[in-house]
């Protein structure tokens, strides 16, 4: 697997903020109150980030790792949890784009900022 690389920023900009997916499921019998269950033995967790912004060369990094390492966001990777430290399995999420990239600044400098939500695999 993977691991997120160690030329790109480890820690998002402040205002990260973390969603837990719900790890409920229903069920509604013919007579009776709902029975409710877990889903699973554990729960994933959606991370919203955004990265410090970037240079021309950790953008093309970032796409390159996005692209060709996790053959376009399909594969999970490694990364310690921003919070914790605790290194666990990541994926981005099915959201469409998979990440947006904002161009603070162009020309040689390329100052850019890189934004996405990614899951949290227990």
């Given at each position: 697997?993977?691991?997120?690389?160690?030329?790109?920023?480890?820690?998002?900009?402040?205002?990260?903020?973390?969603?837990?997916?719900?790890?409920?499921?229903?069920?509604?019998?013919?007579?009776?109150?709902?029975?409710?269950?877990?889903?699973g033995?554990?729960?994933?967790?959606?991370y919203?980030?955004?990265?410090?912004?970037?240079?021309?060369?950790?953008?093309?990094?970032?796409?390159?790792?996005?692209?060709?390492d996790?053959?376009?966001?399909?594969?999970?990777?490694?990364?310690?949890?921003?919070?914790?430290?605790?290194?666990?399995?990541?994926?981005?999420?099915?959201?469409?784009?998979?990440?947006?990239?904002?161009?603070?600044?162009?020309?040689?400098?390329?100052?850019?900022?890189?934004?996405?939500?990614?899951?949290?695999?227990?």
């Amino acid at each position: 697997m993977p691991a997120w690389p160690a030329s790109l920023p480890q820690i998002p900009v402040p205002g990260m903020s973390i969603a837990p997916q719900r790890n409920k499921i229903a069920f509604e019998p013919e007579i009776g109150d709902s029975i409710d269950r877990r889903r699973g033995t554990a729960a994933s967790k959606v991370y919203q980030i955004a990265l410090p912004p970037m240079t021309k060369e950790q953008y093309a990094t970032f796409e390159e790792f996005f692209e060709d390492d996790l053959y376009d966001g399909v594969l999970s990777f490694t990364w310690d949890d921003p919070v914790s430290g605790v290194e666990y399995s990541w994926k981005f999420t099915n959201d469409d784009p998979p990440y947006t990239a904002e161009v603070l600044m162009g020309g040689d400098e390329g100052i850019i900022k890189v934004s996405f939500r990614l899951k949290r695999l227990a």
